[in-house]
């Protein structure tokens, strides 16, 4: 089987030699390459190879007609060319076999030792004069050198494409990014972070190498200062292109209970995650936070270093308020009998970002000696983010009532600006777990601050069942005094009050004076006589804006009647005084004359 397997093979090698090969003079030797052999001649191989040379010149006495290459770097094909180089045959050096040149020189001593302007020396001027001065081309020598380590390395293969790779990418942001300033209307120049940049082409080069030979990469081109962001970029592409076969990892809420293959392709998934995870820049934002969260559910399913995955949850923590509810509902990967969902792992992520120190206002790193403070405004994000998570996790059977208050307590009280989501999910809670006691539900209570939920929130929690009667008695105290501001009874300001109904609550829950059933009815009573009364006064309020509507509509009637009339007046006026200065038949000499003349007849 395995000469019927070789024999093709052999024979298309064959083929190929001799249509260049000397067919007119037999061969006097054979070689041997992995199982591949080539009919040669000695000649021409001795003359560029020092390796041959030394077999033929140690077995002198010896005919030698078969000479055994075993590990030769690059196989037949690399052997091959080498051959075509002894025989003088014109090849071409290209980025897809001058490693294997300068591999396959390496181990048959093709120097300038045994002849000028050997085979290595060629192909190491390719390499530093045409393939260091192409990005793509030392991408493409690199994913060549994946088959030749660690000769490949040993001979600065690696280092050199690394260091040009680097340095190329790096010279072509910085002319990238000179097209993106400009001058700001205060006549400034200044970087338009808006404005796209060209000089990240390379980051689809790079996801065809292997993790390794990426690694090197990406460490190099943050020694020579490529921009995080780009850098992020590029991880993120690589990771979405390495694991775009097994596309359930990057999905696990769909298939929380994924049975991965075990074996050298599971180490190879788990070297990938572990190495994105070590490259990720130090500064925030550099990679999206569903990123980070993919990152951390593929490291628990492939069961990464603890390292690793306490990385990811400090990463996730310092920009916990940027994550959205999908992503911090996380499968668990433990026995039957647990809960659905990763408590412990959000709980860890939880106490990072509300224990972060420090008063750097840019958050623009992950260093662990310099945290940043939370803002309120990212406070009141997480506290959303926190109350949604409790509801989604509550009607988990398996949930113990420890873990969910110790969930909702991780953030401070000021976090919360309403509890009416938290009291949601602890309803939610009570109607799943009915087997609690009265002292549990009490205790899951103590982390609501009543005097923060919403008029409907309150409405609702004063009728539920669910709740312990101590509760419900606080929250009766509570809407009685809403009521009285309502109303505007003389009682104290708001703080005050709330905090002193608060107090005689707790003095009532441990009081063996008066019963909590009497507190209760006697609330209950109260507070519907204030709920009477209330609308009574919204009945009386109504008349009286009814009334003061009809009033100013009044007022406006007569005011326009009495404005009509003044101007009419105005009028007659201007008509009466208007006649006499300026009509000629009406002057006062004419009148009078004639006023005159009569009287005169009558005398």
Not at 171 to 193: C, P, V, W
């Amino acid at each position: 089987m395995e000469r019927s397997a070789v024999a093709p093979c052999v024979s298309s090698h064959q083929q190929r030699i001799d249509q260049w090969i000397f067919l007119d003079v037999p061969s006097d030797i054979t070689i041997d390459v992995n199982g591949a052999c080539f009919s040669l001649h000695k000649f021409p191989l001795v003359s560029q190879s020092g390796r041959i040379r030394k077999l033929m010149a140690e077995h002198k006495d010896v005919d030698i007609s078969r000479v055994d290459l075993l590990n030769l770097p690059g196989g037949s094909d690399a052997f091959e060319l080498a051959a075509k180089f002894c025989y003088g045959v014109h090849f071409e050096i290209t980025p897809g076999n001058v490693a294997q040149l300068l591999c396959v020189s390496e181990y048959l001593e093709m120097t300038d030792q045994y002849a000028a302007e050997n085979l290595a020396t060629r192909s190491e001027a390719y390499l530093d004069g045409v393939i260091c001065k192409n990005l793509e081309m030392c991408v493409e020598v690199l994913q060549q050198c994946e088959s030749l380590l660690p000769l490949a390395d040993k001979l600065k293969i690696v280092s050199r494409c690394v260091d040009a790779i680097a340095s190329k990418a790096c010279a072509d942001q910085i002319a990238s990014s000179f097209t993106r300033l400009e001058y700001s209307s205060s006549g400034r120049l200044h970087m338009n972070k808006h404005a796209k940049s060209n000089g990240d082409w390379w980051i689809e080069d790079l996801s065809i190498l292997r993790v390794d030979l990426y690694q090197r990469v990406i460490e190099a081109m943050k020694c020579r200062g490529v921009r995080p962001e780009s850098i992020g970029s590029s991880l993120v592409h690589f990771a979405e292109n390495s694991f775009k076969k097994i596309p359930s990892i990057w999905n696990i809420a769909s298939h929380p209970r994924l049975e991965l293959v075990n074996g050298s392709l599971t180490c190879e998934r788990r070297l990938v995650v572990e190495c994105i995870a070590s490259l990720l820049p130090v500064e925030k934002h550099a990679v999206p936070i569903g990123f980070l969260f993919g990152l951390l559910r593929s490291a628990m399913m492939l069961d990464c270093m603890m390292s690793c995955r306490l990385n990811l949850e400090r990463r996730i923590g310092s920009q916990l308020e940027l994550a959205a509810l999908d992503d911090i509902l996380i499968p668990s990967c433990q026995n039957a009998g647990d809960t659905l969902f990763d408590i412990e792992t959000i709980y860890r992520i939880l106490v990072i970002f509300s224990q972060q120190e420090g008063s750097d206002d840019d958050g623009s790193s992950y260093d662990s000696d310099c945290l940043n403070t939370p803002s309120q405004t990212a406070m009141v994000k997480v506290a959303k983010l926190v109350d949604n998570y409790l509801a989604e996790i509550a009607p988990d059977s398996n949930l113990k009532l420890a873990k969910f208050i110790a969930i909702a307590g991780t953030l401070p009280g000021y976090a919360r600006t309403t509890d009416d989501g938290l009291y949601r999910a602890i309803d939610i809670y009570l109607k799943v777990h009915k087997e609690l006691s009265d002292l549990e539900r009490r205790r899951l209570c103590k982390i609501v601050d009543f005097q923060k939920l919403s008029e409907e929130a309150s409405s609702h929690a004063s009728q539920n069942e669910r709740l312990p009667l101590q509760a419900t008695v606080q929250l009766l105290y509570i809407e009685q005094v809403r009521l009285g501001n309502a109303l505007g009874c003389s009682y104290l300001d708001d703080k005050q009050k709330l905090s002193h109904q608060s107090q005689r609550v707790g003095s009532c829950m441990f009081s063996g004076v008066t019963s909590p059933r009497d507190n209760y009815l006697s609330l209950r009573r109260q507070n519907r006589e204030l709920k009477l009364e209330l609308a009574r006064m919204r009945v009386r309020l109504n008349d009286l804006e009814r009334g003061h509507s009809c009033m100013k509509q009044d007022l406006k009637n007569s005011s326009s009647q009495k404005l009509l009339n003044s101007i009419a007046r105005k009028i007659g006026n201007l008509s009466f005084f208007g006649r006499s200065p300026f009509r000629g038949d009406n002057s006062p000499s004419k009148n009078s004359q004639k006023s005159d003349t009569s009287l005169t007849g009558r005398t």
